[in-house]
């Protein structure tokens, strides 16, 4: 079943570091806000305890843990209080 969106409710990519509006993105390729276009994404954990891979997909960035598998940004934003820095 297909539900289109509605005008206004479009997604709004927010800043992994403050989570403001993201207009611009840094080296990564991250979506961040212009204050932390040089900041860049550190060594992050998995909740299973072992370190995350980043890599680059055709649909943008994603994460690699060898134990869980590949997870997104939204993912991995929601298990660590939905901020990076």
């Not at 954990?45 to 997909?57: E, H, R, T």
Request: charged residues 20%; glycine residues 10%.
């Amino acid at each position: 079943m297909r539900i289109p969106k509605r005008y206004g409710q479009s997604q709004i990519a927010r800043c992994p570091f403050c989570d403001s509006v993201a207009t611009a993105s840094n080296k990564q390729r991250f979506p961040v806000c212009s204050k932390h276009k040089d900041s860049e994404v550190g060594s992050i954990k998995c909740s299973c305890g072992s370190w995350l891979d980043m890599k680059q997909g055709p649909y943008g960035t994603f994460f690699l843990c060898f134990k869980c598998g590949p997870m997104n940004l939204n993912k991995i934003l929601a298990m660590n209080g939905g901020r990076l820095g």
